[in-house]
């Protein structure tokens, strides 16, 4: 922290920590992702790749002199999934989706200067210790995780977000399915799932939020209940085993990791959706519950 309290000299620390250190650590776990991607065997290889095109025999060697060049993007050692296998019915990496990501890159960049441009960052007078804001709201993109903060810190602001990051780091490990690789939603099945996930999502976590709204949680019912149990029964934790029993379920009705991964995957960005909006819109002084800002108490 830079003192014995937290002060300028921790809020410096935090800010080189999140501007300098942390980008470096992504840009090195970035380099480690696309190589190793690139180790074994590309992006994806749908099973077309493996089919004779036309002027090919059964292996896939060109009958007549090359007619494509490649470049070498990379060597590694050892033999990769690539080796002796054609290319002819695959997309290469560079520069067919590099000029995208750029393409893109670009465009978000162009968007991003544009609202910087035209709209100023809404910046109150100095902070007051002494007369704290009411309500104090994070980003935008951490209400989310703030409505599951004010029903258990430890919960909603440690243990949740490490069980999703936690989820979606071992999905490639879980999926070891080869068929559909690299079809967006893996085909039709996976596009029924989705959609019949999203509708029980935000139906799911719209319920918990009007059930507390309404009825409040257990500290309401019972004062003294000990806080050890509001830690870990609490509604953010209620959507989470709701959302694993669901994609547990969808698992073993498709006989498919793939479809587990995609339920729970849609869970988790339905609930981001629906948890950021009722936290930036309906949430007032002291963290209430309000149906428009005009509705907030005038001191």
Not at 54 to 70: F, H, I, L, Q, R
Not at 143 to 164: D, R, T
Not at 190 to 210: E, H, N, P, Q, Y
């Amino acid at each position: 922290m830079g003192a014995n309290h937290v002060g300028q000299e921790a809020l410096t620390r935090f800010y080189l920590l999140h501007v300098m250190v942390l980008p470096l650590l992504m840009s090195g776990f970035l380099a480690i992702h696309f190589w190793r991607i690139r180790k074994d065997g590309g992006l994806t290889r749908p099973n077309s790749a493996d089919l004779p095109s036309e002027g090919e025999d059964d292996v896939g060697t060109p009958a007549n002199s090359p007619s494509k060049t490649y470049g070498l993007m990379a060597v590694v050692r050892g033999r990769t999934p690539a080796v002796d296998r054609s290319m002819v019915n695959t997309i290469p990496t560079w520069p067919a989706a590099i000029y995208s990501i750029a393409a893109l890159t670009m465009m978000t960049l162009a968007v991003m200067l544009a609202l910087g441009y035209y709209f100023d960052a809404p910046l109150t007078e100095i902070a007051n210790p002494a007369v704290p804001e009411n309500p104090a709201k994070a980003p935008w993109y951490f209400l989310g995780l703030q409505e599951l903060v004010s029903y258990s810190a430890f919960m909603g602001g440690v243990a949740l977000p490490a069980i999703i990051v936690l989820g979606l780091a071992l999905t490639p490990y879980l999926d070891r399915e080869r068929e559909d690789v690299g079809v967006w939603f893996s085909g039709t099945a996976g596009k029924r799932v989705s959609f019949s996930t999203a509708i029980l999502a935000f139906a799911v976590v719209v319920a918990m939020l009007v059930f507390t709204v309404q009825r409040g949680w257990l500290r309401n019912w019972y004062p003294d209940i000990p806080q050890i149990v509001i830690t870990f029964v609490n509604p953010g934790t209620v959507i989470l085993a709701l959302f694993t029993g669901w994609s547990l379920l969808v698992m073993k009705l498709t006989n498919s990791t793939r479809m587990g991964a995609l339920a729970i995957f849609t869970c988790f960005l339905v609930a981001f959706v629906v948890l950021t909006y009722f936290a930036t819109v309906h949430r007032g002084p002291n963290w209430d519950f309000f149906w428009s800002q005009a509705d907030w108490p005038a001191h």
